[in-house]
């Protein structure tokens, strides 16, 4: 019974291997969908109704466009001061609000001048005490210059006399010297804008207690920050230096300032500074350029786009950027041939300025380039272009009231 059931399951399997073995020897019967090349390549290019396949296009055209560097910058105050006291004391009183604009020379805060004012008029006093002893002595020579030449006196006498004159003149001397550093440290309780700018956060608040100078470990009381003129800093790849060092002496190159790189520049400035080494480590050079900021546009420290235009091109090539595709190989663009069929067209690019695109080679000012890609498009099919020549109609055929060279004016406008 076993040996049975075991024959049983052994021809079983023989007969579903024999089922598979035979269904896989028969010819493959077409399906609803066939994908070979013939079929597809029979409806390439063409629209839902089997027409031409409706295409965005523009064409390419020439206008000048400038030949740039772009780098990114930072924004930098031209001069920049950490105000700090000259003497200790308390500060009393500060005649500024954070962020308030300032002009050179303004008073900016005051210490208590009151030890200073005490030591000002002690030595003024020790130096009118001073004047009345030196003028007294000066008088007493005068009175023994006489009385010498009749020998009245002794030359010694009249020594000691002159002596005293010439070491009174001496004290005075040093007291004058006293009183103007007095009156200086003074002087130093007014603390002074010295430059013209923008002040920053005050450290130090009235009441506080602030120490001379840096060496006296006296911190910033504030920062003022020039910002007109400003200095915008950036680095260029070491290559691009000579491209820079030619044209830098053309009254043609310039340098805009943008604050993103969609936007319209803001600010142009001339070269002022090249660095004397290259960055070992970046590979990199900086520059600096000077720029107006009278409605103070541009801040310090801020991050900007820096565009070096080194010249214009006169008649650059010119496509939209949608109409630029990647390859393997290389960019290419999708042109419409005058029997309004698609090619696949190598083009080397020069550059990107914004959503424009400068072509160095493959296409020519008035070929259409196809802008939007439908998915349907295949090289070699026909299309028609939609909008461009004012009907929708192929190419080579002109729209309604359409004028000849309309369209390529109205591009280049």
Do not use: C
Request: aromatic share 4%; net charge positive; hydrophobic share 40%.
């Amino acid at each position: 019974m076993k040996r049975l059931a075991m024959a049983a399951i052994f021809l079983a399997i023989g007969g579903i291997a024999a089922g598979i073995y035979w269904y896989t020897q028969q010819p493959a019967g077409r399906s609803a969908v066939d994908t070979s090349p013939k079929e597809k390549s029979k409806g390439a290019g063409k629209g839902r109704g089997g027409g031409p396949l409706l295409v965005k296009a523009t064409r390419a055209i020439a206008k000048p466009m400038p030949i740039l560097i772009e780098a990114v910058g930072t924004v930098e105050p031209e001069h920049s001061v950490q105000v700090r006291a000259q003497v200790n004391g308390v500060l009393q009183s500060v005649f500024f609000k954070e962020g308030d604009k300032v002009k050179a020379g303004q008073q900016l805060m005051q210490i208590d001048p009151r030890t200073y004012q005490a030591q000002y008029n002690q030595a003024l006093a020790a130096l009118a005490r001073d004047k009345a002893q030196l003028e007294n002595a000066r008088a007493q020579q005068e009175r023994l210059e006489p009385l010498l030449k009749r020998e009245f006196i002794t030359r010694q006498e009249y020594e000691v006399a002159v002596t005293s004159t010439k070491s009174l003149e001496a004290t005075m001397q040093a007291n004058q010297a006293a009183a103007e550093q007095a009156r200086i440290q003074l002087e130093y309780t007014r603390i002074h804008a010295p430059i013209s700018g923008r002040t920053g956060a005050l450290a130090v608040k009235p009441g506080n207690l602030v120490a001379a100078g840096a060496g006296g470990g006296g911190a910033p009381l504030v920062t003022i920050n020039s910002t007109d003129p400003v200095l915008v800093s950036f680095s260029i790849p070491e290559r691009q230096l000579e491209d820079i060092r030619r044209y830098q002496s053309d009254k043609e190159m310039r340098i805009e300032i943008l604050p993103d790189r969609t936007g319209a520049p803001v600010a142009e400035g001339r070269l002022i500074f090249i660095d004397n080494a290259v960055t070992p480590q970046t590979g990199t050079v900086l520059l600096k350029t000077r720029v107006q900021n009278t409605d103070e546009v541009l801040w310090p420290g801020q991050f900007v786009n820096v565009r070096i235009v080194l010249k214009i091109e006169p008649d650059a090539v010119v496509v939209p950027e949608a109409a630029v595709q990647p390859g393997q190989e290389g960019s290419f663009v999708y042109l419409v041939d005058e029997e309004n069929r698609v090619q696949v067209r190598p083009v080397k690019v020069s550059r990107q300025i914004g959503a424009e695109v400068v072509i160095a080679s493959g296409i020519r000012p008035g070929d259409h380039v196809i802008t939007e890609i439908p998915q349907a498009l295949q090289p070699g099919g026909t299309v028609r272009i939609a909008g461009a020549e004012g009907t929708g109609e192929p190419k080579g055929k002109k729209g309604k009231g359409g004028k000849k060279g309309e369209g390529k004016a109205k591009s280049e406008g």
